[in-house]
């Protein structure tokens, strides 16, 4: 798959069918997670990957924008390193570089993947840590919940030439 055509057809994919996503995909996965820019190249993140259904029910019960974890085969919690970071401020950006890559990686795999916020929510990421049981220093950013896809959604039209500037507002 080209990547302009990934990037462009990449959607948020809430339902999925009854399928195992592969222990080798998840770890390709990882990779492009880890392959994503960060600045200073401090490379803060940490991701915890998870499919106990236990833990995905107590995620919704807590998160209702998460409800779709109820049919993911497997799902990756972003975490950043508060030690690691470049600087105040940077691991929440570093760590959407990488959840960035995780759902494109996911399409270009025929999976269905769709980003749940957790930061800056600080009520959802106070229940996140207790959850995965994070040390002080680990924040968690966003949790990317996969699987195979159930539903097929089309192409927006999101090119908005008014958001454009040059040079000068």
């Known amino acids: 798959m080209d990547v302009f055509e990934a990037i462009l057809n990449r959607r948020s994919i809430r339902r999925y069918r009854p399928a195992k996503v592969s222990d080798t995909i998840v770890g390709d996965l990882l990779r492009a997670a880890m392959y994503a820019p960060s ?14 259904r ?17 049919q993911a085969d497997v799902a990756i919690l972003v975490c950043w390193d508060e030690t690691l970071q470049h600087d105040v401020g ?3 950006v570093d760590c959407s570089a990488a959840t960035q890559n995780i759902l494109l990686a ?8 769709v980003w749940v916020g957790i930061y800056p ?7 996140v840590s207790k959850v995965f049981s994070l040390p002080n220093n680990i924040q968690p950013f966003s949790i990317v919940s996969l699987g195979y896809p159930a ?9 908005d030439r008014k958001k454009i500037h040059f040079e000068k507002w």
């Open 106 to 113: 996911a399409h270009g795999f025929g999976l269905g993947a």
């Open 121 to 127: 929510r600080e009520n959802r990421m106070a229940a």
């Open 151 to 159: 539903e097929k959604k089309t192409l927006p039209d999101r090119f």
């Open 90 to 92: 940077y691991g929440p």
């Open 54 to 70: 236990e833990t995905m029910t107590m995620i919704t019960s807590f998160h209702k924008n998460a409800m779709m974890l109820n």
């Open 39 to 52: 600045a200073v190249n401090k490379q803060p993140w940490h991701f915890i990957v998870f499919r106990d």
